[in-house]
């Protein structure tokens, strides 16, 4: 799958404590199944580890994407774990797109929060 931010760069899946999801070697953002970001979320820190890398550099969390499996353009909300973070969601599959360091931003504040009430 090509990257929703990066013009040209592809998704690698990845496995994280038996889920597999897609990174971006690029610019680190990853593409969450549904069921899969909020498992990850409530999962023990060190064996997600692989996943909590990037820094929020700004530019890719403002650009505008479209989801990676079906191409709807992805709809921008805020998380409810930590409302300063704002993340990419597609209407359609119901995946969510996070960019480099949103992961590990998001999973700093209150575990436990089911992925039903994330988006
Ligand atoms: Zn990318
Ligand atoms: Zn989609």
Do not use: Y
């Not at 013009?7 to 404590?17: K, N, R």
């Not at 774990?81 to 504040?109: M, P, Q, Y």
């Amino acid at each position: 799958m090509d990257c929703p931010k990066c013009d040209g760069a592809q998704l690698e899946a990845i496995e994280v404590d038996e889920v597999e999801v897609d990174r971006c070697g690029a610019c680190a953002g990853i593409w969450f199944d549904p069921s899969e970001l909020g498992r990850l979320l409530d999962d023990d820190t060190q064996k997600v580890g692989a996943i909590m890398t990037g820094d929020d550099d700004g530019g890719h969390d403002q650009r505008v994407a479209s989801c990676p499996r079906d191409g709807t353009r992805l709809v921008r909300v805020r998380s409810i774990r930590n409302s300063a973070i704002v993340i990419d969601t597609c209407t359609k599959c119901r995946g969510i797109w996070l960019d480099g360091g949103e992961f590990r931003r998001i999973k700093r504040e209150q575990p436990g929060v089911k992925l039903g009430e994330l988006v």
